[in-house]
C-alpha cells in the first residue's frame, strides 16, 4: 500500500482517511458527502483570499464556508500572519505565560462593555463546555435550557437522550448520544427559539434551572421583545444567561450580535472569525459569574500556546479599522437578495435564512437534496465551492461575486426545468446525493 | 489605566490578568503562585532552545518545565517551525480538509501496530473526553474507572463529586468539581495504581462499567505483572482499556510508554510533546472501538486548522531521526542521579519520582514547601527556571546541566543547613510561600 503522502488526489486520499479516521474528518461539515459524495475535492493543498487549491493542484473559487466561517476577513490575511510569524520567530511556548492572552482579553472586555472576564479554549465546543461549567457553578444549580448548536460534549447532546434507556433519542437529528452517560438525561431542556412564552414555563416548572444558554439570532433574528423577555426572565429568578456567538460574532457588530439587539447577556462565547483561521475561542462574562471559575477547575496545557490569542489580537485591530462587519454583512445582504432574484427568475420557490453575512437558501420541492447536489455538481465542474449557503469575507470582491452569480443561474435554471419537468434531476446527476447534515433545531 | 500591553514587567502584567482572567492563567499548573508568588517572571517574550526572556528582556535558562512538558525538541525546533512556516505561507484553513491530518494518523498508526484509527483534537483535556465518549459508545456501558489525571472535564472531574450534595468532596485535592452536575456522581470509580486486588474487585462488583482509563507509569512504574493482569481482566470481561499518554508518550520510546512494557491498550491519548509546543492531540485505537465514534457526535471547527497536525508530523520525523526519546531519558536519568548525589552530599532526605525525561524529587521534612520556594527564589537569581522538578529536553546540553548543578548544589547547602537548625528558613525566603498544587492520585 502506497503512503497517504503520496496519494495524489482528494477524492483519493479521502478513501485512505476513512480507514485511518472514523468518519473520516474530524468535523462532520466538512464531510465530502455533505457537499459531493465521490466528487468532492476534500483536501486542500494552498488557501488565499477566497481561492483554494486541491491537492492535485485544481484551482477553485470559495463561494462555500470560507473554512465554516472561520475566515471572514480571507485566507492569509496578510497583517495576521505577520504576527504569527513573529510568534514562531520569537516562541510560541515556554515555561512562562505568554502576555498576548491578556492584551486579548481586555480588548475583549472593551468591546463588550458589560464584560469584566474572559477564558481561552481552541476549539468552541471547549469554550461552550468551560461556559457550561462556570455558570452551573456559579449558579449552584445543574440544570440548564438551551436553544441552538453548542457543539459535542456530554452536556449537550444529553438532551438528546431519550426516555427509553435501549434507544437514544434525536431530538436534533445528526447529533447521536452513544456514550453520553444516562445519569445525564434531564439536565438539559431544549426550547424553541421566539417563543417567550415556552421558555417562561420551563423556568416555572424547574426551580433547579440555573442557566440559559441559546443563539442570538437562528433562521431568523429574534422578534419583538423575545430576547429583552428572555433577559428580564434570566434576571428574576437568577438564572445565568449565555449567548452562544461562536457562530455570529463579529458578522454584524464589532463583537457579538447581541450588541445590534441591546440586550446583555451574563456571558457569550466567541469562535470561528475570532482569529481568521487560527484556532482561538473565548468565554467572556460578568465578574461575578467569571469568578466562579476559581471554584472548580478548568485547565489545559494547549490553552497556554500563544498563536491563537496572537491571531485573535491582531484580528480584532483588522477588524476594526475595516470595519469588517459592515463589509460582509454588504457582500452577504447582496448575495441574499441575488439569490432571491434569481429564484423569482426561474421562476423558482427560493427561500433564504440566517444573518446576512451567514446566509442560506433552498428551494421548496421534494427534490431539494438532488437540486443542492446537482448546483455543487455543476459549480465544481466551473471551479467554484458552492453550496446552498455563503459565509462572506471580506475577499469576495465584486469580480467572485459576478462570476458566481453568472454560473449560478445558469445551473438553476436548469433546476426549474427539473420542477417544471422538462427534465429529470436523476438523469443530471453524477453520483450520490450529498447527505442532509444535521438540522439545528428551530 | 495604562493598557496591559504598555504594562513592562511580569508580576504587573499578572496583577492586571488576575482582574481579567479568572485565575489569571489558562494552566493551573502556569500559575506564578504554583513556583515562587509575587517574583516569578509570570510571561514571555521569546523563548528558545533551553532559554526563555522576561517581558522585561531578562533572560533565564528553563530547568523547570519546558513548557509544562510540551517542548522536548526545545523551543523553536528549526525543523517543525519551517514547516508551520509553509502552512502559514500556504494557508492554515479553507473549506477543504487539510491532508497532513491523515499522514499523522497514518503514522502514529504505524508506530502504534495494535492500534487502526486516529482522531485529533487541540488539547489534552479534550483528548481524553473523545476517549471516554468513544469507548462508552463501544462498551455500551457509561462506568468508568481510572487511575491518574486525566483534564477538567465533567467525566473526570465527577470522581470529586462527594456523598453529601451540599458539600463537594476532594478525593483529588486541587480539582474542584462545582459545577459538574450531580447526576454524574457515581459514573466514575478511581483506583489505585499498582493495586491489581482493588481495580479486579471493582470490576467484580461494577458489572456496567465499560472502561478502565489510567497511566502507565506514576510516581513509580508498574509492578511485574501489574499491566498484564489488567490487560487479561479488561479483557475478561469486554472492558474498553484506555492508557493516557498525554504526558509519557515520547519521552521513553517512539510512542506510548506502554510500548516498553509490551502491554498494548484498545485506545491511547497523545498530548503535550506531540507537536512540540504546537496544539495537536490524538486519540489512537483499534478499529473495533474507534469505529464506534459513528455512533456519536464529536466534532469541533478547529480541530480541522492545519498548523496542528503538519507540526505533529514534523515533530515526529525529528524525534525519529534523533532518537529524542534515548536523549532525553538519558538526561533525566542524569539530572535525578545528581540530585541524589547532592542530597546524600549536603545530608538531606531527598526522593526522586516519576520518569527518567519527567523526573521530580522532594525533600522529606516538614518545611519541605519552603525549601522548594526557596530552591526556585534563590535559582531565579541566578537567572535560572527551576522547581522541584525537571522536564529533559534535548536542548538540555552539557553546559546547561553543569551550570545548573552547580547553582542547585549551593541552594541545597543551607537548605542542609536550616535542616541542621542552623539557619532559619522563614529569615531566607523574601515573599510567600508557593501554592502546593494538585496531588496527583497515587
Known sequence: MIKAESIKTGQELYKRAKTLIPGGTMLLSKRPEMFLPEQWPAYFSKSSGCQVWGIDGTHYLDMCSMGIGTNSLGYGNSRIDAEVRRVIDQGNMSSLNCPEEVYLAEKLVELHPWADMVRFA??????????????????????????????????????????????????????????????????????????????????????????????????????????????????????VLIFDECSSGFRQTYGGLHKMYGVEPDMCMFGKALGNGYAITAVVGKRSVMEAAQKTFISSTFWTERIGPTAGLECLKVMGEIKSWDIITNIGLRVTKEWKAMGERCGLKLNTMGIPALTFFSIDSPDWLKYKTFITQEMLKKGILAFSGFYASVAHEDQYLARYFNELEEILDIVAQCERGEKKIENLLEGPVCHGGFKRLN
Chains 1, 2 share one sequence.
Not at 438525561?185 to 416548572?205: A, H, M
Open 122 to 239: 481552541r476549539s468552541g465546543g471547549e469554550a461552550n463546555a468551560i461556559a457550561i461549567r462556570i455558570a452551573r457553578a456559579a449558579s449552584g444549580r445543574d440544570k440548564v435550557a438551551i436553544c441552538g448548536y453548542h457543539g459535542w460534549h456530554d452536556w449537550y447532546l444529553s438532551a438528546n437522550l431519550s426516555e427509553d434507556e435501549g434507544l437514544d433519542g434525536h431530538l436534533m437529528p445528526g447529533l447521536d448520544p452513544a456514550g453520553v452517560p444516562r445519569h445525564l438525561k434531564g439536565s438539559v431542556i431544549p426550547f424553541n427559539y421566539n417563543d417567550l412564552g415556552e421558555i417562561t414555563e420551563i423556568v416555572k416548572n424547574n426551580p433547579d434551572l440555573g442557566v440559559i444558554k441559546m443563539e442570538v439570532s437562528r433562521n431568523f433574528g429574534p422578534a419583538t421583545g423575545y430576547l429583552e423577555g428572555i433577559r428580564k426572565l434570566a434576571t428574576d429568578n437568577n438564572i
